[in-house]
């Protein structure tokens, strides 16, 4: 098949293109098998990791309940496979407890339920296949739903992860696409690559314009919700309360670090962003960024907040030096008045009364949704 890869033979060697040697075909040849590599493989790690306290993450309703929603990147338009597993475990015992996680992208949605029968710790999961939008796309919202079994049974979860399974090779032929319907990717035709074919400066433009596109593709750095709906027949002293808003509790726990590579300023598109899930409006600080976001009070939705890097704050980290920036909630006054407090009596502070999923002026102006994603 012309756009197959081995992933044993990928690597070019680089002294065979050093001018005034003889070019040998294997060069070209692992050059087309690492680009299809790339494509097919590249950045489909996790999109969303969450684990979750002791008895926090608990459901006994008989009824599907919505406990979580995410915004995680997808890889491309052509990945359309998400496995999402859960590590759990019931307490009782029933056939009838479930997970199901919703994906939606652009108004395109698919879903998977993955059964849940262990009364001891198990891992389940389950594989969503979604058919992309004719629309251009770089993320996806992904909503968990929890099922119970009453008195019978309770289902608690201690982790959540979510990945895109990579394309199998060979990659078909023909155009593919990144997050747009306009700049296609082409495999490499591994087959005119091969002993005695000449190599062109087509070849060179078609790799380079390649590169381009992949290097557009996100990656999820920090994937946070808040968890609510949950309920437990069990007394607070066995189950804990969930956590259900941004709170001053996370500053400096609510962090991750991004890598921003050389280059990173030149590049064009989207290069670093916060997807930001809230209740009405709200204003806090992140990253250095001072972000503000307006939204009609007691209304629930996603914010897109485009971030900038200071480089002066580079951070060096690792025996490698590689250039990753420590992106947190600050510890600034105004954070500490924005998020949620752990002062409930105290004046001026952020003290919800009402407890999300009800909407109303006892809990508007609070966070409960974070990603961050970048290239």
């Not at 609510?228 to 969930?242: F, I, M, N, T």
């Not at 009070?297 to 704050?313: F, H, K, M, S, Y």
């Amino acid at each position: 098949m012309s756009n197959s890869y081995n992933p044993s033979t990928i690597l070019a060697d680089p002294s065979s293109t050093v001018a005034g040697r003889e070019v040998t075909f294997e060069t070209p040849q692992r050059m087309a098998n690492s680009i299809n590599y790339c494509f097919g493989r590249g950045h489909c790690t996790n999109v969303l990791s969450q684990a979750y306290g002791d008895r926090s993450f608990n459901q006994d309703a008989s009824t599907f309940t919505e406990m979580s929603q995410w915004r995680i990147p997808l890889v491309s338009l052509q990945h359309n496979q998400l496995e999402c597993v859960v590590n759990y475990r019931l307490h009782g015992s029933s056939a009838n407890c479930d997970a199901k996680f919703s994906l939606d992208v652009g108004g395109s949605t698919a879903s998977v339920t993955i059964n849940l029968p262990t009364s001891t710790n198990g891992i389940a999961n389950g594989t969503i296949s979604i058919t992309m939008p004719a629309s251009d796309q770089y993320y996806g919202t992904l909503t968990m739903e929890v099922v119970g079994a009453g008195s019978t049974a309770e289902v608690q979860i201690f982790s959540v992860m979510a990945s895109w399974e990579p394309l199998t090779s060979p990659l078909s032929a023909g155009a593919k696409y990144q997050y747009n319907l306009t700049d296609a990717f082409y495999p490499m035709g591994t087959t005119r690559t091969g002993t005695n074919q000449a190599l062109t400066s087509r070849f060179g433009h078609h790799m380079i314009d390649d590169i381009e596109i992949v290097r557009q593709r996100m990656r999820s750095y920090l994937t946070w919700s808040g968890l609510y709906s949950a309920s437990s027949s069990s007394s607070l002293s066995v189950a804990a309360a969930s956590e259900i808003y941004v709170g001053v509790g996370l500053i400096g726990l609510f962090a991750s670090y991004p890598l921003i590579p050389t280059g990173f300023e030149q590049l064009q598109g989207r290069k670093l962003e916060a997807h930001i899930r809230t209740i009405g409006s709200i204003t806090f600080d992140f990253f250095g960024n001072r972000i503000e976001i307006t939204r009609t009070a007691q209304t629930v939705g996603w914010t897109i907040v485009t971030l900038e890097v200071d480089n002066a704050t580079r951070s060096e980290r690792g025996d490698t030096n590689a250039p990753y920036y420590l992106a947190s909630i600050e510890y600034s006054d105004d954070n500490v008045k924005a998020l949620v407090s752990a002062s409930p009596s105290a004046s001026g502070y952020n003290n919800p009364t009402t407890l999300y999923p009800t909407v109303d002026a006892g809990n508007d102006g609070n966070i409960i949704g974070f990603t961050l994603m970048g290239v």
